[in-house]
DNA sequence: ATCCTTGCAAATCATTTGCATGATT
DNA sequence: AATCATGCAAATGATTTGCAAGGAT
């Protein structure tokens, strides 16, 4: 489980768990893709006294440790997810906001092409393309 | 000469050539990529007067108008650049924060798949790739 | 008992907006 | 002269930080 592990990183720190923490994971893990204001929302749904800064700081606490990551998906706005997830690419459609996922291996191509050109490494974990999904280009 | 294309454009709808306008759009054109505060500060070698949010309110009349773009590289931060160099994909170095650029066209195998396999569109205009560049792997 | 975490409030930073003054057409 | 644009300052929204009180080990 996963609280487990976050438990055991902790310990393996010196930090504490706390129920903010794993309250925090889980809503990560729940919530797919988030900012950190839904992040807060959904907390708040079990322990509605959490503090904002608090999930913040928590937040940055498990990208330290590497249980979560984020990116910049739109305009600017951080969203979190399970470091777990790292691996994949996001498409974010403009008309309806969506946000799929595909393989990284889409990129292999490209990553190949730009190492050999550039000697660019591209972090395949963090790439989002935007455009338009299917529906929105259908209607 | 691009003044010529902004003022006429200004014109047509009915809006005022500045000083102010001339000088943000230039601005942009000379740094390539630069947040709105790099343009702020780039203006103000020239005219230190010009208020932040007058470059603010620029930018955006500017991206109206079609002569900037604007995309989200690495945290957030928005960077604008013209809209004649938009059709190219950013390589961000995590490394030394260098922003390059490579033509679109090594996109056109993942486009192609990404719109076969999920009928997605990509806009490859807005595509930002992060990563390591050659100089920062070697050291 | 120690010292890490939290909540709260204040501080910051980026961006936006209201309004009176000043500039462009 | 008629409006549009600017500067200024205050408002806003997001994120960060200091600090004292509370909680985990």
Redesign the pocket.
């Known amino acids: 489980m996963a609280s487990d592990t976050l ?1 055991q990183v ?2 393996e ?9 794993q309250l925090v994971l889980e809503a990560v893990y729940d919530l797919g893709h988030a ?3 839904q992040v807060h929302c959904k907390v708040a749904e079990t ?1 509605a ?6 999930v ?3 937040l ?1 606490l498990l990208e330290d440790i590497g249980l979560v990551t984020h990116t910049h998906l739109s305009h ?3 969203t979190y997810h399970a470091a777990a997830e790292e691996q994949h690419v996001h498409l974010v459609c403009r008309g309806c906001g969506r946000v799929d996922e595909v393989q990284p291996s889409v990129l292999d191509g490209v990553s190949d092409q730009l190492a050999r050109e550039r000697g660019f490494t591209v972090d395949v974990g963090h790439v989002s393309f935007f455009g338009e999904c299917r529906d929105c280009a259908g209607g």
């Not at 720190?13 to 923490?21: I, K, N, P």
């Not at 006294?49 to 608090?54: E, F, K, Q, R």
């Open positions: 438990a902790l310990r720190r010196g930090l504490r768990l706390t129920a903010q923490r900012t950190p204001d322990a006294g959490v503090n904002i800064s608090t913040y700081r928590t940055e600017g706005a951080p």
